[in-house]
């Protein structure tokens, strides 16, 4: 196998208390994405042995006016605190902030250019705290039709162009393919565009958001287009699972089997 895998936390297992999921994934093999830490114990987090993939990277703010930058680039400052703590390489971004059913606080329904310029030179500011740290922060696409309407920069061409203007290793994308699929589809050729800027890849099958083989996202075709790249980065599921977890994860390390 030629990536590396990690799994949600927050997505699997969702039975047992938070550390001990954190456990059963570390156990099994993979690494961890965790979402917003101000809502975990750290400590506990630290002391699970995991290695953790990647995390919320903000907790309030907005890439274009003026009071949400100011609240994103300190909230920013504080996750990377967390980040080395949990050793945690990436930490994750939005286009906006958003509530905990996934919808934006202050949804926005036409981008302005003038908000695409703010954008880019906020998150220009944000790759400066990411390179001061050692730390990336990653982009991600999300979908308008399902889960997140009103999110501005929410498709994969957006985020690809923003990371694009930033042109820092310090800013990346965090494609996500469920949201991909939803959003545009014709994911093997937004491989092709997007690989040179990805920090790390999330997957969910299309509908339901679970596990690769329970939707229409043929996910060993996926695998195969990434080895064929030569992608050696992060896998990540952020999906739910269908019925047990552990088949979820099975079914999961199956199709990027390579």
């Given at each position: 196998?030629?990536?590396?895998?990690?799994?949600?936390?927050?997505?699997?297992?969702?039975?047992?208390?938070?550390?001990?999921?954190?456990?059963?994934?570390?156990?099994?093999?993979?690494?961890?994405?965790?979402?917003?830490?101000?809502?975990?114990?750290?400590?506990?987090?630290?002391?699970?042995?995991?290695?953790?993939?990647s995390?919320?990277?903000?907790?309030?703010?907005?890439?274009?006016?003026?009071?949400?930058?100011?609240?994103?680039?300190?909230?920013?400052?504080?996750?990377?605190?967390?980040?080395?703590?949990?050793?945690?390489?990436?930490?994750n971004?939005?286009?906006t902030?958003?509530d905990?059913?996934g919808?934006?606080?202050?949804p926005v329904?036409?981008?302005?250019?003038?908000?695409?310029?703010?954008?880019a030179?906020?998150?220009?500011?944000?790759?400066?705290?990411g390179?001061?740290?050692?730390?990336?922060?990653?982009?991600?696409?999300?979908?308008?039709?399902?889960?997140?309407?009103?999110?501005?920069?929410?498709?994969?061409?957006?985020?690809?162009?923003?990371?694009?203007?930033?042109?820092?290793?310090?800013?990346?994308?965090?494609?996500?393919?469920?949201?991909?699929?939803?959003?545009?589809?014709?994911?093997?050729?937004?491989?092709?565009?997007?690989?040179?800027?990805v920090?790390?890849?999330?997957?969910?099958?299309?509908?339901?958001?679970?596990?690769?083989?329970?939707g229409?996202?043929?996910?060993?075709a996926?695998?195969?287009?990434?080895?064929?790249?030569?992608?050696?980065?992060?896998?990540?599921?952020?999906?739910?699972?269908?019925?047990?977890?552990?088949?979820?994860?099975?079914a999961?390390?199956?199709?990027?089997?390579?």
């Amino acid at each position: 196998m030629s990536v590396t895998l990690a799994a949600c936390a927050e997505m699997l297992f969702v039975d047992l208390p938070f550390a001990d999921r954190v456990r059963r994934l570390h156990e099994r093999g993979f690494e961890i994405e965790i979402w917003n830490w101000a809502t975990k114990d750290v400590d506990d987090l630290t002391a699970t042995g995991a290695r953790y993939s990647s995390m919320t990277g903000y907790l309030t703010g907005s890439l274009t006016d003026p009071d949400g930058i100011a609240e994103l680039l300190a909230s920013a400052r504080r996750s990377l605190e967390v980040a080395a703590k949990l050793d945690c390489p990436r930490l994750n971004l939005h286009g906006t902030g958003l509530d905990g059913q996934g919808l934006p606080v202050v949804p926005v329904e036409v981008v302005t250019p003038r908000m695409w310029l703010t954008a880019a030179d906020t998150l220009r500011r944000v790759a400066e705290l990411g390179a001061e740290a050692g730390r990336v922060f990653t982009l991600e696409n999300l979908n308008l039709d399902v889960d997140h309407p009103g999110v501005p920069f929410a498709r994969a061409a957006d985020t690809l162009e923003l990371v694009r203007a930033v042109g820092s290793r310090n800013v990346r994308m965090n494609l996500d393919l469920y949201h991909a699929q939803i959003g545009e589809g014709n994911l093997i050729a937004l491989l092709d565009e997007a690989l040179p800027f990805v920090g790390e890849i999330q997957v969910a099958d299309v509908p339901g958001r679970c596990e690769p083989g329970t939707g229409e996202i043929h996910y060993p075709a996926i695998a195969r287009a990434l080895a064929d790249r030569g992608y050696t980065g992060v896998v990540g599921l952020e999906g739910w699972a269908s019925g047990d977890p552990d088949a979820a994860l099975d079914a999961f390390e199956a199709a990027f089997r390579v």
